[in-house]
């Protein structure tokens, strides 16, 4: 990727470095990107890191509000709801995010993996 590095906008994102993650952004880095070495989007792990702006700047350029993150195993609602962001919450209702009742998955890879035996307080 000219220009642009995922890996560093992603770490950007989590550590709320907003002039950082801006710059990736204007380099046309992929917001909805999930790397095979991560397995997780950038909005639900900044979301999860308690980042804010970060969360609104990937919304404000096209991070989609839906996009579940394969690693934590959750939605970025689900993951607004667990760091307690309401702002954030809201914005991805009204940007037409599903509210998790309504979704039917899986869960994260690792539940997928080791099923029934996954501890109960990693479900």
């Known amino acids: ?10 770490r950007a994102a989590c550590d709320g470095d907003i002039e950082l993650l801006r710059y990736h952004i204007k380099n046309q880095v992929d917001v909805n990107y999930a790397h095979p070495e ?7 792990a900044c ?3 308690g980042q804010e702006a970060s969360a609104h700047l990937l919304l404000d350029h096209g991070a989609n509000p839906a996009l579940h993150s394969e690693f934590d195993g959750l939605t970025p609602v689900e993951a ?5 962001l ?11 995010a599903p509210d998790p009742a309504d979704v039917q998955r899986a ?8 099923g029934d035996r996954l501890p109960w307080y990693l479900r």
Do not use: N, Y
């Open 47 to 49: 979301i999860l890191a």
């Open 86 to 96: 309401v702002r954030v919450e809201a914005r991805l209702r009204e940007m037409g």
């Open 38 to 44: 991560f397995l997780s989007t950038p909005l639900v």
């Open 107 to 114: 869960g994260g890879w690792l539940q997928r993996v080791l």
């Open 80 to 84: 607004a709801r667990q760091a307690g």
């Open 1 to 10: 990727m000219s220009g642009g590095d995922w890996k560093e906008l992603f």
